[in-house]
């Protein structure tokens, strides 16, 4: 299989990403690069084919250089800080220090609030198609998923329908914000009926909001939302902070997920308090190269992260264009968020059958998210993850085209 060569936003002098070819993605032990083999070219797991940024790898280097592998608390020490400057920069939220806490990942806590906040049986309500580990966390745990599907084609909140989901038995809605696989930015009207039920219900609001950095702008953001364009935290709605977990981390903005730091703003009072009650070293601890790698990040990687959603815009626009172009009987909604695409394949189905990520594999050799690994409600459709070289993503379109043309 031929190179496939790279394309640069910015360039070094400029401070902008920096794709990879695909010999330097084939050497990666990654599960995206090495799961499949040489033969595939993978678009599934949600991990940019970016390099990483400077101020991250300059930051790391510094542990190694220095040796300083010990005891070492002075990155650790500034996240808490930083991570409400950065909320507050790019998101106008300021979480109290106190009420928050560090975790070795986002699920990390997830399932630590579920475990503590609900009984075996509990209702946990999830919005499908969903990220595939909320399902596993909720069923790990013993609790009962009260599934909201969400609207199609559009993929929308039905309000009454969350509503009516509600029962004596449910205890959190755990929320993803913005939403994989779909990409949607909540709008105003749907975030206030997600506080209303939530309120209403005195219910936990898990909000993951680790895609809340990777906007779009173009069409189909949101326009019917004053917020066109900018991220909100559930927990800065008026009321709702005290009734809500809130949970993210840099690994989705900054391609950090294996360096294992997150960060949560434990609003909720009963469950911050649950927390503290814990033994000191029940949660474990974050790494030295995660704090110093997050830390990094957050204090000097803003001209990075500009460029990076410029440059994964472009790739949302060239997917927009590929798809309708090279792919015949397939659809994709316009993401507001994430750089994941949610195609639509159900048309096809009478050719490439029911499990469409599977026949893609076999037959055009690229690995996509299959959609019933979102629930139910992701039948007929493929997850497709963008943020690669412009090369790389030509490669995968045009292999899924051969093989519907052959097909």
Known sequence: MPDL???????PAHGGPQTRTESQLRKLDGIKWSKYGDAVIPAWVADMDLAPAEVVTDAIQRVLDLGDFGYNFADVDQLLPL???WQDRYHHWSPEESESALFCDVLHAIDIALWLHTKPGDGVVLLTPVYPP???????AGRKIVSVPLTQPD???????????IDENTKVLLLCHPHNPTGRMFTQPEREAIAEVVLANDLLLISDEVWGDLLHDGPGASSESPDRGRHVPMASIDGLAASTLTVTSASKSFSLAGLRCA???LGHHGLRAQFQELPKHFLGAVSTPGAAATAAAWSQGHEWLDQTRSFLTDRLDQTMTLVESR???VTMRRPEATYLAWLDVSELTPVIGSSPA???LEHGGVALGEGTDFGPEGSGFVRLNFATSPAILDAIVDRMATALDSA
């Open 134 to 140: 909320f399902i596993g966390a909720v069923n790990g």
């Open 358 to 360: 599977a026949w893609f």
């Open 83 to 85: 991570f409400r400057q």
């Open 5 to 11: 060569t790279t394309q640069q936003n910015g360039g």
């Open 263 to 265: 960060v949560a703003h």
């Open 155 to 165: 993929w929308t909140l039905d309000a009454e329908r969350l509503a009516a989901a």
């Open 327 to 329: 792919l015949p009987g």
